[in-house]
């Protein structure tokens, strides 16, 4: 089988490249989801306050993500559902399955890797305790109550304030489930305030910061968690422990991009995103495989991945038609002082669009401060912001016009210093 | 004279409100560091209202559930009659995004409307 362009998700990700693609002249294309439908992880996020940016109004993620797969088909685009990608070549062979296929080998001109990211489970957190039934992500939970029509459990607390953790507490709550406490081990949550207020406060559910869960009770199924304060070290302070007969645990801590088919292929990935590094044109280390979307880095607005999406199918399309430019001059761009990374993190001024979008987030809070942009040693720019979490992408835009002006840069650096 | 302590969701600063009441009017709104806090705030105390999503059981459906909405906001206070009105609802596929799974629910005079396509099995 050869296609140009294999797109590596069914997700928003995915979709909005696809279209993308289409739309700048690649005809032959193909998104292989491993799901039963499109859409990603859309169709469990019932609630809404998707698309503003978008599509100028609040959707539900079933319709934002219906809107993508009407263009998808609406262009004629190709895509395997149930279908499961196991391997990637440095040469763009995609190797998959399913059921009706069997395995099957896919040789393609350019790959967008487009696989989402994926939750931190009990193992990654390290909690004590037994193992008995009832501890759930919270994604697992939505999926189960939205999709499925499982109610996981009864009485339950929630390690976490990620917003799937508090959307997940109004949630089960409107389905008749008691949720007796959120618990943030940071002094800060890192979920919308709107989230913390509609999803917890309308509902009286109490918010500990500085929390965390330092016992599980129950051999066969949950039947109690006790959460401790934590000190600065992260550590549990003695005396402090709450206790809560339940029987559900949720965790909603953090996302990880899934990026085990990227190693296969020999993508380079950040440690700090555990995303692959990318330059201007979403393009990966490897030539001809580009990533986009939460395999990326996490995103927290779903339409700030549509737009990414869009640029990766954009310029995958071009790179198809006119292969890659050799030895095209490379810009660093450093992530210091608060900055923790940049996506991109190069940049190529010859090659770059008009304009590209460097988003990044900071590392802890950051009260009336200004995002500062420099080439080399000279501050280009500064913009103020009231508030900056870690929660919240935040972004910078370069022009191609201004690093024109330029010709000798080497690096670039985006820190947050004090107005 | 009332006073209400909210927090203001407009932006991630997060502002701790305070709104003062006389007689069910507001006559002041104090903290927030603009003008969408004082607007948020004067709506939350006299009129708040929520757009309330749940899924219900589908009948013959390719999935056992199709998401939902109510098409605009309902009473804040009415949340919970919703879900209740919502827990029993069962619908035939195949079920269209805007297909009406609940007409006018506990007399809000605002529908509950699907928010996704499930074709039938």
Do not use: W
């Not at chain 1, 999709?147 to 917003?163: A, F, H, Q, T």
């Not at chain 2, 919703?82 to 506990?106: F, H, Q």
Request: hydrophobic share 40%; proline share 4%.
């Amino acid at each position: 089988m050869n296609y140009d362009l294999v797109i590596v998700g069914g997700g928003p990700a995915g979709l909005a490249a696809a279209v993308a693609a289409k739309d700048n002249g690649i005809d032959s294309i193909l998104i292989i989801e491993r799901d039963n439908e499109l859409g990603g992880i859309l169709n469990q996020c019932i609630h809404n306050g998707f698309g503003l940016h978008t599509f100028k109004e609040e959707l539900t993620g079933p319709e934002y993500a219906s809107r993508f797969i009407a263009q998808v088909e609406e262009r004629k685009i190709e895509y395997k559902l149930n279908t499961m990608v196991m391997d990637i070549s440095e040469n763009k062979v995609v190797t998959a399955m399913n059921k009706t296929d069997g395995m099957f080998t896919v040789e393609a001109k350019a790959v967008i890797l487009a696989m989402g990211c994926r939750e931190r489970s009990r193992g990654a957190l390290n909690i004590p305790g037994y193992r008995p039934a009832g501890i759930f992500s919270a994604g697992t939970a939505q999926r189960l109550v939205n999709i499925e029509g499982y109610m996981p459990g009864r009485r339950v607390v929630i390690l976490g304030s990620g917003d799937i953790g508090l959307i997940m507490a109004r949630r089960m709550t409107l389905e008749g489930a008691q949720v007796l406490a959120v618990a943030e081990l940071m002094p800060y949550s890192g979920g919308l305030k709107r989230n913390i207020v509609q999803c917890l406060d309308d509902f009286n559910i109490p918010l500990y910061l500085s929390h965390t869960v330092i016992d599980i009770q129950g051999k066969e199924r949950v039947e109690g968690i006790t959460i401790a304060e934590v000190g600065p070290d992260r550590k549990p302070i003695p005396g402090t422990e709450i206790h809560y007969d339940c029987d559900t645990l949720l965790l909603s801590c953090g996302l990880l991009p899934e990026n085990e088919l990227s190693k296969t292929a020999g993508v380079d990935l950040s440690p700090i995103t555990s995303g692959p590094i990318v330059n201007d044109s979403l393009e990966t280390n490897i030539e001809g495989i580009f990533a986009c979307g939460n395999v990326l880095h996490v995103h927290d607005l779903v339409d700030f991945v549509s737009q990414e999406a869009t640029n990766a199918g954009k310029n995958a399309a071009k790179y198809i038609k006119e292969g890659k430019t050799v030895g095209a001059k490379e810009v660093k761009i450093n992530a210091v002082d608060g900055v923790r990374y940049t996506v991109p993190c190069t940049i190529r001024p010859e090659e770059m669009d008009e304009n590209v979008t460097v988003r990044f987030r900071v590392g802890q809070v950051f009260k009336n401060c200004t995002i500062a942009t420099y080439f080399g040693d000279e501050l280009i720019n500064k913009r103020k912001k009231q508030v900056m979490a870690p929660g919240e992408m935040e972004q910078v835009v370069l022009l191609k016009s201004k690093l024109a002006e330029y010709p000798d840069l080497t690096d670039i650096t985006i820190k947050i210093e004090e107005a | 004279m009332e006073t209400r302590h909210l927090t203001c969701i407009g932006c991630p600063m997060g502002c701790q409100l305070t709104v003062t009441l006389e007689n069910g009017e507001v006559t002041d709104v104090t903290g927030n560091t603009c003008k969408r806090g004082d607007i948020y705030a004067r709506k939350e105390v006299t009129n708040p209202t929520r757009i309330v999503t749940s899924s219900v059981r589908v009948k013959n459906g390719k999935i056992a559930m199709v998401s939902c909405k109510t098409r605009e906001d309902i009473p804040k206070g009415m949340i919970f009659d919703v879900a209740k009105a919502l827990e029993n609802v069962c619908v035939d596929a195949p079920v269209a995004i805007g297909d009406v799974v609940l007409a006018n629910v506990c007399g809000t005079g605002v529908d509950v409307i699907a928010t996704k396509n499930v074709t039938a099995k």
